[in-house]
């Protein structure tokens, strides 16, 4: 049975305030909606333009009782939001993605064994919960990563160890944190989907996107991915099919490592992504938007790409390229490139490494826009 859509002018509530938010605001005011946003930052990019910021932890409990009893449904932008908030908020109003989805998603032990457990293909690995699991694991997982359990992200909280006493070095330089050890595997490519899922199981995928990283950044992202129809197949059936286990609703991203031609899982977001930048300009439909109507019981779109699209990430290096003194980039050489889209995030405080924006290139010729991209990441100053 169909359940009841929830209609403009009804309020949202958006738990996090980081760029993603702000585009899920923005999404959902251009639907007719109204947004709270909740999160701690007094400046938050979401908060400044939301129709009321919420400035308090995700895990206060006025902040999340005002919620429970002015909004009408409940969404988050990132992963690190406590599970037990969303529990608590999924008792009032309907809340999404679950506070157990989340819960799997947050965390990468849980989430390796979730994908072992669930016989999706994924690189080798080790549960590392004191030195012993280091002493003690298979030869075969060195070149690896450590990575922290919890609350890495952007190459934080990781590190490449080449043997055990490398890694051993790097647990306690992690304050020994539970980690998991992954095999360093030899990489064809690196891959996203971005899916999205409505509360009947019906499940609309984006394109498939090729992303290219640096020092643990996602830095370009090429869409449609440089791979065969056969992989972008299986990868958006993949996808589907986590949703699927994680009777997941809302939009959800799912990356791939391809190493010799095939693909396995590397990890899982429960929220837009940046690698579905790309939507906002090159789609029929934003990954924004489709969160918002998967949160409100709204029919999804048919995503599709009506253009090429090269997506580049501008980080604060961008503001220090002279020197130590940030200045604003002289967007200018951006602006004068037929059919790139910039976008700006409106933080106030630049920093190395921090993502302040993104822009976009757009056309009909994959090699052509690629040129035109990397150019004008140069002409910036990315080096």
């Known amino acids: 049975m169909e359940k009841i859509a929830i209609l403009p002018p009804a309020t949202l509530a958006m738990l996090g305030g980081g760029q993603l938010g702000r585009f899920f605001v923005a999404a959902a005011h251009e639907m007719g909606y109204t947004v709270w946003v909740l999160d701690p930052d007094t400046d938050s990019p979401a908060g400044r333009i939301a129709d009321r910021h919420l400035c ?25 939001v406590p599970a037990a908030a969303l529990a608590y908020l999924a008792q009032k109003i309907p809340t ?25 293909a994924h690189g080798p690995f080790a549960i590392v919960l004191n030195e012993t699991d280091i002493e003690s694991a298979s030869d075969d997982l060195f070149p690896g990563i450590l990575k922290v359990a ?20 790097a647990y306690r330089n992690l304050q020994s944190e539970p980690a998991v050890l992954e095999k360093r595997l030899a990489l064809d490519c690196e891959v996203s989907v971005v899916i999205a899922r409505d509360m009947q199981g019906r499940v609309q995928c984006f394109p498939v996107a090729e992303n290219q990283h640096t020092r643990g950044i996602l830095d370009v992202s090429i869409v449609p991915a440089r791979v065969t129809a056969a992989l972008a197949d299986e990868a958006r059936n993949i996808a589907g099919q986590i949703a699927a286990r994680l009777d997941y609703v809302g939009v959800l991203a799912v990356e791939f490592f391809v190493c010799a031609g095939r693909i396995f899982v590397n990890e899982m977001a429960p929220r837009p992504h940046n690698s579905g930048h790309y939507t906002l300009d090159a789609c029929t439909v934003s990954q924004y938007e489709q969160q918002a109507r998967a949160l409100c019981g709204l029919p ?25 003194k940030a200045r604003e980039p002289d967007w200018k050489s951006l602006y004068a490139v037929p059919n790139l889209k910039l976008h700006l995030y409106g933080k106030r405080q630049a920093r190395p490494g921090r993502k302040m924006g993104h822009f976009t290139v757009l056309g009909d010729r994959l090699d052509e826009v690629l040129n035109v991209a990397l150019t004008a990441r140069q002409e910036i100053g990315i080096g």
């Open 150 to 169: 919890r609350f890495g992200y952007d190459g934080k909280g990781q590190a490449v160890v080449t043997t055990r006493e490398a890694a051993l070095a």
């Open 56 to 80: 308090a932890a995700y895990d206060d409990v006025h902040a999340l009782a005002e919620i429970a009893a002015h909004c009408a449904a409940v969404t988050t932008e990132f992963e690190n």
């Open 300 to 324: 999804l779109h048919d995503p599709r790409a009506h253009s090429v699209s090269v997506m580049v990430n501008l980080l604060g290096d961008c503001w220090f390229d002279t020197g130590d």
């Open 96 to 120: 999404h993605p679950s506070a157990d989805a989340v819960r799997i998603c947050q965390n990468r032990i849980a989430e390796k064994t979730f994908l072992r457990d669930n016989g999706f």
